[in-house]
Every structure is written in structure tokens, then in C-alpha cells.
């Protein structure tokens, strides 16, 4: 599904330029569960976000289902994420004035669903992460681990192609953190795609296949 190739991602700051990203050759297969690992400053975050289309590399070439990237305009890159992603963030990014559902609908009434389609649709993803009784909740009214699920409920409602995961349980106590694994365990079994970033080796666990970097090279797993 996702093919990297030499990819390079560097970063200016006057006259100098830092390296992050070293000529990173990766590979993923539809259906699989990454772990992105390693330590602090290795790259991980950021090789994830060359992979999502969140952010241009210096070089190098990412094939998504075939597709070239670096022929697609920033509005195809745009609409591609749209509609062929899902992303959860470690800081859930939630909208703070939009109820659960309205979070979660937001995206599809983006992609042109109309407001019916749309909510039914998210209420069924956040029913499917246990907060089916949440719905009208803002944000503020969640505690940490339930506003992680609406984020999760928000990335899965369109069934994405991928779902890209940035540290999702950094800000989670233990407990909350076994449920988001759960949830992404069972994703996983219905055949989800997933790509993860993560720091502890527990939750690693849950992935099929773990990817280590080193100061910006894959040091270990398959690619």
C-alpha cells in the first residue's frame, strides 16, 4: 500500500540545516499494524508525517496504492487525505466548541456527506469505541481517555485506507491506554490498516511488525 523510497527530510534554521531523515527505504502492506520506534529526536514523528502527506520531504518518493506524490498538487494531496486517511494525534485535537458527534461528523460533512449521512455515521463509529451515550458531550466534559476514543471515532468514521497514529496514549493514564490499544487491536482484526508512533514497548506489543530508527535511519524490522 505505501512504498518509500530514499526519502530525506531536512530542516533550515538561518544558515544551518539538520538532517532528520537519512535516506529511509519503508514499506507497508495493506491490513498490517506498525510501530514506529526509537529514541527521542530519531524521527519518528516526522517519518510519519512524510508517509501521511502531512508534510513535503527534501527527497525522495513515497507511493501510496501506486500513486506517485510527487505529482499531486497540495489540493490532491488535500482531498487524498481526506478521503483515504485517518489520523489520531497525541493531543486528540479535538474542536473545543463541537460536541462529541459534530467532531467526529466534521470531516464527513467535509467530504460532501449531507448532515444526516454524516452524523449516522458518526454515531456509529463513536458507538464502536463504547460513547454511543457521549454524543452530545463537548471536549471539556470528557476525560482524557474518552476525548483519545472520539479522535479515534473521528479517523475511522469514513473507513480510511490507513490510520496513522502519532503517540496516541503519551497523554493517557494506564488504564485509558489499554482501552485505545484494545480499540486498535480490533480495528486491526477487521482488517484496518495502521501505522503508529510510538515509545513504549508494551504497547508495541499490539503491532504486528516493529519499525526502529536511529538517528534518522531504520535501524531494525522488515521493510
Do not use: C
Not at 20 to 45: P, Q, Y
Not at 123 to 131: D, K, P, S, Y
Amino acid at each position: 500500500m505505501i512504498e518509500v523510497k530514499n526519502l530525506v527530510k531536512s530542516f533550515k534554521d538561518g544558515p544551518i540545516e539538520t538532517r532528520v531523515l537519512k535516506g529511509i527505504d519503508f514499506t507497508a502492506n495493506t491490513g498490517e499494524f506498525i510501530a514506529i520506534m526509537g529514541r527521542s529526536g530519531a524521527g519518528k514523528s516526522t517519518l510519519l508525517y512524510q508517509i501521511s502527506l502531512l508534510d513535503e520531504p527534501t527527497s525522495g518518493e513515497i507511493r501510496i496504492n501506486g500513486k506517485d506524490t510527487r505529482v499531486m498538487s497540495e489540493r490532491d494531496k488535500m482531498l487524498f487525505r481526506l478521503a483515504e486517511f485517518g489520523y489520531v494525534f497525541q493531543d486528540y485535537a479535538l474542536l473545543p466548541e463541537l460536541t462529541a458527534l459534530e467532531n467526529v461528523a466534521l470531516p464527513l460533512y467535509m467530504q460532501g456527506a449531507s448532515r444526516a449521512a454524516a452524523d449516522a455515521k458518526a454515531t456509529v463509529a463513536l458507538e464502536r469505541v463504547g460513547l454511543g451515550k457521549r454524543l452530545d458531550n463537548l471536549p471539556s466534559q470528557l476525560s482524557g481517555g474518552e476525548q483519545q476514543r472520539v479522535s479515534i471515532s473521528r479517523a475511522i468514521a469514513h473507513t480510511p485506507d490507513v490510520l496513522f497514529a502519532d503517540e496516541p496514549t503519551a497523554n493517557l493514564d494506564k488504564e485509558s491506554s489499554a482501552t485505545v490499544m484494545g480499540i486498535f487491536k480490533e480495528l486491526h482484526k477487521g482488517g484496518q490498516t495502521i501505522i503508529m508512533v510510538t515509545h513504549e514497548e508494551e504497547f508495541s506489543r499490539f503491532a504486528e511488525r516493529i519499525v526502529r530508527l536511529d538517528d534518522g535511519k531504520i535501524v531494525s524490522g522488515p521493510r
